[in-house]
C-alpha cells in the first residue's frame, strides 16, 4: 500500500531553533493532516489542511498545502523542549477514507 | 479529548489464541477506524466502520475482522494471533474531515 514520503527522518536540533519537514506523494490528496504523537500515546492532531495552496498557522506551527496537492510541509518556529516527539503527515482522498501516513520525523531537542 | 478510549491498553498472548480489542466513543461519531503502528510503517489502516453494523477492509485487513453493533462500541478481533500481529493498536474517529485518535493498545503475540 502506498505510504507518503516524509523527510526528514530524524533530527537533532537546538532549543530555540527552527523545525521544517515535508511530505510528498505521487497522488493527490484532498485533506493534509499533521500529527505530533508522545511516547505511549496516541497521534495528537496539530493543524489540518483542506485547500491547495492554503498556508495555516497554530501557534508556533506553520503548514502548507502544496498546489499540486501532492506534498505539504509543516514548520515549528523557536522550539522548546515539549516540541520533542513524533511528527506524522496524514492525507486523506475523500471525507470517510481511512488516512495514508508518513513513517514520521522524529524530533530531538538538545537543551 | 476525543472521547475515544481503548481496552486494554496493554495485552500478551500466545500464537493461535484469539484476540479481542474494544474501541469505545462518547461522542456519537458515524465512522470509526483501527490501524496498527508497526516501527518502519507508521500508522496503517486495517479496518473502519461507516456505521452500526457497516465495515469494509483497509489495507492491512488480513487475520483481521471487526465488528460494530453500537454507534459507540468498534471491535478488532484476531481470530487466531501471530506474532507478527505484534503492534500498537489505534482506533479513531471522524469528526468533518479530521480523525482523532484513541491512546493505543500495545499487543505483544509470543
Known amino acids: 500500500g502506498q505510504q507518503l514520503n516524509q523527510s526528514p527522518q530524524s533530527m537533532f536540533i537546538q532549543e530555540g531553533e527552527d523545525v521544517s519537514m515535508n511530505c510528498t506523494s505521487s497522488?493527490?490528496?484532498?485533506?493534509w493532516l499533521w500529527y505530533k504523537q508522545d511516547p505511549g500515546e496516541g497521534p495528537v492532531l496539530l493543524i489540518a489542511l483542506y485547500k491547495a495552496g492554503e498556508l495555516t498557522s497554530n501557534g508556533r506551527l506553520t503548514a502548507q498545502f502544496g498546489i499540486t496537492r501532492k506534498d505539504s510541509f509543516l514548520n515549528i518556529s523557536a522550539s522548546i523542549p515539549s516540541d520533542v516527539g513524533i511528527y506524522f503527515c496524514?492525507?486523506?482522498?475523500?471525507?470517510?477514507?481511512?488516512?495514508?501516513f508518513g513513517k514520521g520525523t522524529h524530533l530531538i531537542i538538545q537543551p | 479529548d476525543a472521547g475515544i478510549t481503548q481496552s486494554p491498553r496493554h495485552k500478551v498472548t500466545e500464537t493461535g489464541t484469539p484476540v479481542t480489542l474494544r474501541c469505545h466513543q462518547t461522542e456519537n461519531h458515524r465512522y470509526m477506524y483501527w490501524y496498527r503502528q508497526d516501527p518502519g510503517h507508521g500508522l496503517r489502516l486495517i479496518h473502519y466502520s461507516y456505521g452500526v453494523k457497516d465495515t469494509d477492509k483497509g489495507e492491512v485487513s488480513d487475520g483481521y475482522s471487526v465488528s460494530r453493533s453500537k454507534t459507540e462500541d468498534f471491535l478488532l478481533t484476531l481470530e487466531s494471533a501471530t506474532s507478527s500481529q505484534t503492534s500498537v493498536y489505534f482506533c479513531?474517529?471522524?469528526?468533518?474531515?479530521?480523525?482523532?485518535f484513541g491512546p493505543g493498545t500495545r499487543l505483544t503475540v509470543l
Open positions: 496524514a492525507g486523506l482522498r475523500g471525507g470517510a477514507d481511512g488516512l495514508t
Open positions: 479513531a474517529t471522524l469528526a468533518g474531515q479530521e480523525q482523532f
Open positions: 497522488s493527490i490528496f484532498n485533506t
